[in-house]
């Protein structure tokens, strides 16, 4: 899979769509998933003025088919978006806006196409979205403009991520009049021709208020796109309509999702004494003591890798430090969960930023300072000496190196449950959930090494990266699979629970909140586990000491 990268490059130069070879050349030094999305909400912003007055239905039921893949590809990248977005960019009658989007979504995944085809498209989107609106009025010209440079400077800032722009609302107050009236217009003008219109009036509708008040989750999204079986796109838009209206209501009468058996969570999700829902380590806060290793081994092992981590955080946060200021942020996540005795902390947790400390590391090897670099691999060495105290650990790198490749775990499932969980803590969860939960849903940050030429030249004498036993597995990967098999088992509790009259108060309720992302979060678990299918899975084995 195409890898999207979506940590900014830093201020500099500010986008400036406005000019369109200016803004094209800022694109190019983006992540491309930027392109995709910022083209994708160009031209939803201009769709009720892309009507071909020859064929209107034709025009405007294409232009709905064009920006819908756009969009999904903004929200849900994966492979399978390049087929459905080159077949919508080239239907007949598709208004250009539209179809550029479309090839902006197709050309991220499409072999052979590199960061400029899509920069360039997403430019000319902009440029044409601010065409369609002259159509409208001045007025709307600079308002389109605006909202695509405060879109793109969203991004820069890391205020948002590309999929969270994506399901964002298209316009930052309210939908500029021009637009909005021809929206107005057209809406009842759909109807008229069928009240099978309905489904992308309400999609739209949707989609100018934002995912978040829609609630709609990927497989939502997909009804309307070819991403799940090709729509009847020959046989006109009453065809098309009614069989997305199909797709709809089989995913709203779709029963409770079962939770999956058999399936381990690192996370140790349980039922308390009180009724609710908590988190504890488990195994993996418990050292398992093999051949000569004793508790005591275990204390000093700990206690040098937290004396290290503080020192090093310290270092981090000091004003003369001149590295990035993710080493500070992920020594603090690595302190918070490195257990501090048996049944305290979560070790994988803490593994989880030892792995991105080493491929900081890795990245930084030539420019950070030689004691802070000298102590980060004495950390790192010792760090690798914990993982045999803790067999479930290894167990768990297993589970993930033979996992299937799958797309990224849905974000707006993934935000939706972490609202949730934060929502009803402590009347349904303990607050034991939520920073286990939070830990596991973080983004694993964008680490790009110093370009060749502004590296200095390399110094053998200088403190490397230990080499990592378990470097090859994704750590994203590894992040998803902890963060879906932990939402499996508190689904799992809920549903059990759900006709318990004793229950806590708030349970009914919390179990109707989980139930439309769920869904989701389980398929990701079932393509992903090895093995899969719909059988009870092996647990895969520990690797030896």
Not at 231 to 240: K, N
Not at 303 to 321: E, I, Y
């Amino acid at each position: 899979m195409a890898t999207l990268t979506t940590a900014p490059t830093g201020k500099g130069e500010g986008p400036n769509p406005n000019d369109r070879q200016a803004f094209s050349n800022w694109l190019v030094k983006q992540p491309r998933q930027w392109s995709v999305t910022i083209a994708a909400r160009a031209a939803l912003r201009v769709l009720p003025l892309l009507r071909d007055q020859g064929n209107p239905e034709a025009s405007i039921l294409s232009a709905f088919r064009a920006t819908a893949i756009a969009r999904f590809a903004a929200r849900f990248p994966n492979k399978a978006v390049a087929t459905a977005a080159i077949a919508a960019a080239s239907t007949p009658n598709v208004p250009a806006v539209a179809s550029i989007a479309a090839t902006a979504a197709a050309d991220v995944f499409s072999e052979g196409r590199d960061a400029a085809s899509a920069a360039s498209a997403a430019s000319l989107v902009a440029s044409t979205a601010a065409a369609a609106a002259f159509a409208a009025s001045a007025a709307a010209v600079s308002e389109m403009f605006a909202a695509v440079k405060r879109d793109a400077e969203q991004l820069r800032d890391g205020r948002l991520r590309p999929e969270q722009l994506a399901s964002a609302p298209l316009w930052s107050k309210r939908t500029p009049k021009d637009i909005g009236g021809a929206w107005r217009e057209l809406a009842p003008q759909l109807r008229a021709r069928g009240e099978h219109w309905s489904v992308w009036i309400d999609w739209y509708d949707d989609v100018l208020a934002g995912a978040v008040h829609a609630g709609r989750g990927e497989a939502q999204d997909a009804a309307y796109t070819d991403i799940v079986g090709e729509l009847p796109w020959g046989g006109g838009a009453e065809a098309v309509n009614t069989a997305i209206a199909r797709r709809l209501e089989v995913l709203r009468a779709d029963p409770d999702p079962a939770p999956i058996e058999g399936i381990p969570s690192p996370i140790a999700i349980r039922r308390m004494v009180d009724g609710r829902i908590g988190a504890d380590a488990g195994a993996l806060a418990e050292p398992t003591l093999r051949g000569s290793l004793t508790l005591d081994d275990h204390s000093h092992a700990l206690a040098a890798c937290r004396s290290r981590a503080d020192q090093l955080r310290t270092m981090a946060t000091s004003p003369k430090f001149q590295g990035r200021s993710e080493y500070a942020e992920v020594l603090a996540s690595y302190l918070e969960w490195l257990p501090t005795r048996p049944g305290v902390g979560n070790i994988l947790l803490a593994d989880g930023e030892a792995r991105v400390l080493n491929k900081l590391f890795v990245a930084d090897e030539e420019i950070l300072s030689t004691g802070f670099a000298g102590r980060l691999s004495v950390l790192l060495e010792d760090h690798i000496g914990l993982r045999p105290y803790y067999p479930e650990l290894e167990r768990h790198y297993v589970a993930v190196r033979t996992g299937r490749l799958v797309t990224p775990l849905a974000r707006d499932a993934v935000e939706a449950i972490r609202q949730m969980i934060r929502a009803n803590t402590p009347n349904v969860f303990h607050e034991s959930v939520s920073p286990a939960m939070d830990e596991t849903a973080k983004p694993v940050p964008d680490i790009k090494p110093l370009a060749p030429e502004d590296a200095p030249p390399p110094d053998p004498n200088r403190p490397r990266p230990p080499r990592d036993p378990v470097a090859e597995v994704d750590p994203a990967k590894s992040r998803n699979f902890a963060f879906a098999s932990a939402a499996n088992r508190i689904w799992e509790i809920l549903k059990s629970g759900k006709n318990i009259r004793e229950n806590v108060e708030g349970w009914q309720a919390t179990y109707e909140q989980f139930k439309p992302h769920i869904g989701t979060v389980l398929q990701w678990l079932r393509d992903f586990w090895p093995g899969g299918g719909d059988g009870i899975p092996p647990l895969p084995p520990a690797m030896s000491a």
